[in-house]
């Protein structure tokens, strides 16, 4: 069982900017994603990164504004936010992958773990 902590949420104004944080309870060989999810709306893939680090994957949402990184050594992958947005509010989530690559990196059901969540608000 792998354990997922989010940090690093908050409230911004737009064009702001966040990082969010999601540590690992072990290190893992997993690709790692983050998706949202707004009240009344679908979980949605953000972005993913392979358990090398080396690829990538973004939603058109979110390209050019977001940039996903993790860091192994330290268990923990990050989400950076640039040109915040008040439609990027929602609930932000971590995942870890069934696969090391990013294959079906979209997919919620790609996910075999998950994290609790922390809430992103930009204000306009």
């Known amino acids: 069982q792998v354990q997922l902590v989010e940090s690093g949420g908050g409230s911004v104004q737009a064009g702001g900017s966040l990082r969010l944080s999601c540590t690992t309870s072990?290190?893992?060989?997993?690709?790692m994603a983050w998706f949202r999810q707004a009240p009344g709306k679908e979980r949605e893939f953000l972005a993913a990164?392979?358990?090398?680090?080396?690829?990538?994957n973004y939603a058109d949402s979110v390209q050019g504004r977001f940039t996903i990184s993790r860091d192994n050594a330290k268990n923990t992958v990050w989400l950076q936010m640039n040109s915040l947005k008040p439609e990027d509010t929602a609930f932000y989530y971590c995942?870890?992958?069934?696969?090391?690559?990013?294959?079906?990196?979209?997919?919620?059901?790609?996910?075999?773990?998950w994290g609790q969540g922390t809430q992103v608000t930009v204000s306009s």
């Open positions: 990164i392979s358990s090398s680090g080396i690829s990538t």
């Open positions: 995942a870890a992958s069934r696969y090391s690559d990013i294959s079906y990196s979209t997919e919620t059901g790609t996910y075999r773990f």
């Open positions: 072990i290190r893992t060989f997993y690709a």
